[in-house]
């Protein structure tokens, strides 16, 4: 069965320093995607970054990166010099044929917290 | 507006009751999905469409749960008999629906209380 797994409910960083949050998955697949998104205290779900299960470097966006490691099937989201406005829910998906191609499931989600 | 729009935002409801959700996608975008959020969780897949038919719908609950877009465009999920295990946050969103790199672009939501 497909499963995302983010072991940790809650994480706190200082302002300007890195995070890690991690995911797991679980997924018969060889190909498959790994998403992020961010959900700030309004509700609304927003798009970090993507990784396909093919693509050979880590993904990055800014200062998003994903540390992405097939053989352990992890994809950990990496924050740079986290800012005050990086506070929300942080959530790990994943998409595949055994998905059912568009349908994308997703992990319980790390709250982050950046302390000033 | 440029992104995906949901209403209403705020839906209090009695068990028992019918209730509708819309959703408009961003203009041009063929897939659309629903998801359900409970407190605490990640988003539950409820169903997906491309166009105008239902390509997936194996994650809505039961048969009360029921979702249309007849125009490939505004989508409405209705619930039948509410019951108070309906009471999460209903999101949709929307993708251009070309592959499985297709990143969904998500509603505010509809927040869907059942006394």
């Known amino acids: 069965a497909q499963k995302i797994t983010q072991t940790q409910p809650g994480m706190f960083v200082q302002e300007k320093e890195a995070v890690t949050l991690d995911c797991t998955y679980d997924t018969s697949d060889q190909s498959y995607g790994l998403f992020w998104y961010k959900q700030p205290s309004s509700g609304e779900m927003i798009f970090l970054i993507y990784?396909?299960?093919?693509?050979?470097q880590n993904a990055t966006e800014g200062r998003y990166s994903l540390n992405f490691q097939k053989a352990r099937k992890s994809a950990n989201l990496v924050i740079s010099a986290s800012q005050l406005g990086d506070s929300a829910m942080y959530f790990c998906?994943?998409?595949?044929?055994?998905?059912?191609?568009?349908?994308?499931?997703f992990g319980a989600g790390t709250r982050l917290f950046v302390k000033a | 507006g440029a992104g995906v729009s949901q209403t209403p935002s705020n839906k209090v409801t009695e068990k028992g009751k019918y209730v509708e959700l819309r959703c408009d996608p961003i203009?041009?975008?063929?897939?659309l999905y629903w998801y359900r959020q409970s407190l605490g969780q990640g988003p539950e897949f409820l169903i997906y469409?491309?166009?105008?038919?239902?390509?997936?719908d194996s994650g809505l609950p039961n048969d009360r749960f029921f979702a249309v877009r007849p125009e490939g465009s505004v989508s409405t999920l209705k619930i039948q008999r509410t019951e108070r295990g309906d009471s999460a946050v209903y999101l949709c969103?929307?993708?251009?629906?070309?592959?499985?790199?297709?990143?969904?672009?998500f509603g505010p939501g509809t927040r869907l209380t059942v006394l």
């Open positions: 203009s041009g975008h063929t897939a």
């Open positions: 998906a994943m998409r595949g044929p055994n998905t059912g191609g568009f349908k994308t499931i």
């Open positions: 469409f491309q166009g105008t038919g239902a390509a997936d």
């Open positions: 969103a929307s993708s251009l629906g070309t592959g499985k790199t297709d990143t969904q672009y």
């Open positions: 990784q396909g299960s093919y693509d050979e």
